[in-house]
């Protein structure tokens, strides 16, 4: 009998197990269970040789290429003693692995495991930390080209409309709101003095999801699978935004965000064109990671994206950070 073709799939445990102990010369007794299926599907491995985190890509959601180039960018921060989780070579040298499964061929990579846990809240002295590690990579980064996207205000925004409204109404107010909105923000980004902004390469995903504090408040940065090329600063404005989503009382969210900006500040300036900026970028990567929710409903999202869920996202965390710092030139839905 045919197997059914799939579009997705969840890859065996256990067998993942088997397969990593073998690539990678453990002794027998590899253990190995999923954290997280997401946009790409993550498992932690216990061996006789430490703790490790195995990703495995969507079918068809980087390249080769991409992968080796995600993988280049972290050697070259470890080499230079960043706080980064990085990727491990198998029993021949390589990096990426190749996995058959049903739907097609995936690519995994073992990276090592970063110490500590997720916070979502931590001290100010943390975030100082945290801007003087952005700050690093900036700067180890700068002007450095890799064979990946390249962020512009067309690809953050365009696209992202569409996206939605498969699953929200273009008549309701938030749609309203998003169309006006992003007319302003291109705008904007398109006006922007370029001259004053640093290009380089951008993580993109630094929050507290994306890295790990320990007992004695060392960080480790990981997940860089949307790493590319772009304005540096919009790091700086992407970490900002996600500590309005963390604090919804403005003084602590205005305490932890001066922190960051000190501790990145004392490392590299922030242009004043690129200060000015941030709020506006803020809200371009909401269009952007709303458009990647939308795009990934098959196989990610529809788990809790609908339109009830898309009205709040808009009205709470969209249109409430906009309001906040852009002008209200847009409309305004009630």
């Known amino acids: 009998m045919n197997h059914f073709p799939v579009s997705s799939s969840q890859l065996s445990a256990p067998h ?46 980087r390249t080769e290429e991409e992968i080796s180039e995600e993988i280049r960018l972290i050697q070259l921060l470890k080499d230079h003693d960043m ?20 739907e097609g061929d995936r690519f995994g990579v073992l990276f090592t495991f970063a110490a500590g846990e997720k916070l979502p809240i931590y001290s100010p002295d943390i975030h100082f930390k945290i801007g003087t590690v952005m700050a690093r990579m900036h700067q180890l980064t700068y002007q450095l080209p890799l064979n990946r996207v390249t962020y512009t205000a067309t690809n953050l925004l365009e696209g992202s409309l569409p996206a939605i409204q498969r699953f929200l109404g273009t008549d309701t107010p938030e749609m309203a709101f998003m169309a006006a909105a992003e007319q302003y923000l291109l705008q904007t980004l398109r006006d922007a003095d370029t001259s004053a902004i640093r290009k380089g390469v951008v993580h993109l995903d630094i929050w507290f999801d994306n890295m790990n504090i320990n007992a004695d408040g060392d960080i480790t940065i990981f997940d860089f699978d949307f790493c590319g090329n772009g304005w540096q600063c919009m790091d700086i404005a992407y970490y900002i935004l996600q500590q309005h989503n963390v604090f919804r009382e403005m003084d602590e969210c205005t305490l932890q965000t001066k922190a960051f900006l000190e501790g990145y500040n004392s490392v590299t300036p922030i242009s004043a064109e690129e200060q000015r900026l941030l709020p506006v970028l803020g809200v371009a990567l909401y269009f952007f990671y709303l458009r990647i929710q939308c795009d990934r409903y098959d196989n990610w999202s529809n788990v809790f994206l609908n339109e009830p869920y898309l009205k709040r996202f808009i009205k709470l965390l969209v249109k409430r950070y906009y309001d906040l710092y852009l002008p209200l030139s847009t409309v305004n839905p009630e």
């Open 16 to 61: 993942l197990a088997l397969f990593l102990q073998s690539q990678y010369n453990a002794a027998p007794g590899v253990e190995c269970h999923l954290i997280k299926s997401g946009i790409n599907d993550t498992y932690e491995v216990n061996t006789n040789l430490g703790k490790f985190v195995f990703r495995v890509y969507s079918l068809h959601w």
């Open 83 to 102: 706080p980064v989780s990085s990727a491990v070579q198998d029993k021949h040298g390589r990096y990426l692995q190749t996995l058959h499964a049903p």
